[in-house]
């Protein structure tokens, strides 16, 4: 593909914002967003792993993956693993889900919006604060992840950052790991 026949950086943004509100708008007339309430998830989850098992892991997963995409707080399906399979169970089970979700955002929000390199910015602010991002990017994650943790809004800025897939991951993994250990020993003690 030529240079001039890629799709422009401005034209892939676009894409990525008509996609987000698209996402947000079909869940707002649906009501899938009234869905997505603890004691509703709490009950899904609950009942998938009864019924089927460590298969429910594969329903919180993607739960998770798609609460994660339409902007629903992370906390709330730590909790409802916590609830399901118990503390430590639950913490690992969450945190799988939760890098798993994270991951899926990333790579969603990459495909349609791209990257953006640190000498493709005008502005010499973000363009050194991507830079710093692409000397280490694999702690630059981890800080941002044990910060805000699940954030959607952290997963699409980092979607469309110069970091790599595999630097997200590690870093994601790192930064998600005591966070979510902290919230499932919450909700064990809470529940």
């Known amino acids: 593909m030529t240079r001039d026949a890629r799709p422009s950086r401005v034209s892939r943004l676009i894409a990525l914002a008509v996609l987000v509100l698209l996402l947000m708008v079909f869940a707002d007339a649906t009501g ?3 869905w997505f309430v603890q004691e509703r998830v709490n009950h899904v989850v609950r009942e998938a792993a009864q019924r089927s098992g460590w298969l429910g892991v594969l329903a ?6 798609v609460g994660l995409l339409l902007q629903v707080p992370g906390v709330l399906f730590v909790g409802a693993a916590v609830l399901a399979y118990g503390g430590w169970a639950g913490g690992l089970i969450a945190f799988g889900s939760g890098l798993i979700a994270v991951t899926t ?8 919006g791209g990257r953006t390199e640190a000498a493709a910015v005008r502005s010499r602010t973000m363009s050194r604060l991507l830079a ?5 990017p694999v702690w ?18 980092l979607a469309l950052s110069p970091i790599g897939l595999r630097d997200y ?4 993994a790192a930064g998600l790991a005591l966070p979510i250990a902290g919230w499932a020993l919450f909700f064990e003690r809470a529940l």
Do not use: K, M, Q
């Not at 630059?140 to 800025?157: C, D, E, G, K, M």
């Not at 991951?169 to 994601?172: A, H, K």
């Open 169 to 172: 991951v590690v870093g994601s």
């Open 60 to 65: 919180l997963a993607g739960l998770f993956t």
């Open 132 to 136: 710093r991002i692409d000397r280490r």
């Open 140 to 157: 630059a994650v981890f800080l941002l992840r044990s910060i805000f943790w699940l954030s959607p809004p952290l997963n699409y800025a």
């Open 105 to 112: 955002s990333f790579a969603l929000v990459r495909a349609v």
């Open 32 to 34: 899938l967003y009234d």
